[in-house]
């Protein structure tokens, strides 16, 4: 994944976007399995963070399986869940009836200005092609007053469930494949102060920048081998877009490094998050 927080170029941008739709529509059945304990985490959190409460109007950007929105529901807020994914649509009406769950586009979101008392996503922001124009629609949507929040994942050498891998890939002298579409920078937001940019270049005030961590444990390797692979886009595309040789060079450097998160009979691994709230005025 790319380490610098250059930009691709804006003509690869619509691919990048396609990619992370029609891989999201592939993973929907199998994404919460995985991230559902782990992501749940935050939605508390989260919610706090945009005051989110009895009657006040909210929006869940990238609502996946809707986690936050039954959250927000719970609270008592008229809540809409918005997913670039139909199948993640789907599956959230199944999963929480009675709330309201759209597609929609980030870049382009089919609400007027000022529509929303409060705008939450959790871990949409890594996934953004353009996070600039989908925070500036984010704003936009949200009333004088209200307030943004948004999760996204720490550095690697802290969120160790996804470093793991990520270090494994280096190891092995993996490189991205040629059709795997260039994107943004995966950790770019893990920085706070590139964090907390993009909410004050959108016109929010009073920006800031949270890490929260926590453990998470597994029962086995293979449970965050099969995780990472069945519930992520540009991670399991960049594997599996590998010569076999290498895919067997992963494997054995990942068993390698995941030795040390052993603790008696299962695995512990340090999960590490930044949260970013702002309020528009």
């Not at 009895?54 to 936050?68: F, K, M």
């Amino acid at each position: 994944m790319t380490s610098t927080n250059e930009s691709p170029p804006e003509r690869t941008i619509d691919a990048f976007n396609e990619f992370e739709k029609a891989g999201w529509e592939h993973q929907a059945s199998t994404y919460g399995q995985f991230f559902g304990p782990i992501t749940g985490r935050l939605v508390g959190p989260l919610l706090d963070a945009a005051a989110v409460g009895p009657g006040l109007r909210v929006l869940d950007l990238a609502t996946g399986p809707g986690y936050v929105a039954a959250g927000a529901s719970e609270r008592g807020a008229s809540v809409v869940g918005v997913d670039v994914a139909p199948a993640m649509v789907r599956l959230a009406r199944q999963l929480h009836p009675g709330i309201d769950f759209r597609q929609g586009d980030a870049e382009a979101l089919p609400f007027d200005d000022r529509s929303f008392d409060a705008v939450v996503s959790n871990f949409v922001v890594p996934h953004l092609g353009r996070p600039e124009l989908a925070v500036g629609e984010l704003v936009r949507v949200l009333d004088e007053g209200g307030r943004l929040a948004l999760t996204t994942w720490d550095l690697p050498e802290r969120m160790r469930l996804l470093g793991v891998l990520l270090d494994a890939f280096t190891d092995a002298g993996a490189t991205p494949p040629d059709e795997l579409p260039v994107g943004p920078p995966f950790f770019r937001f893990a920085v706070d102060e590139e964090f907390a940019g993009l909410l004050e270049a959108g016109g929010l005030t009073g920006v800031e920048v949270k890490a929260i961590s926590f453990g998470h444990s597994l029962a086995s390797a293979d449970e965050l081998w099969s995780g990472m692979l069945t519930a992520t886009v540009r991670t399991s595309a960049l594997f599996l877009g590998q010569p076999d040789q290498i895919r067997q060079r992963i494997r054995e450097a990942f068993d390698r490094r995941v030795r040390e998160y052993r603790q008696g009979d299962r695995f512990e691994f340090p999960v590490a998050v930044k949260l970013a709230l702002g309020q528009k005025r």
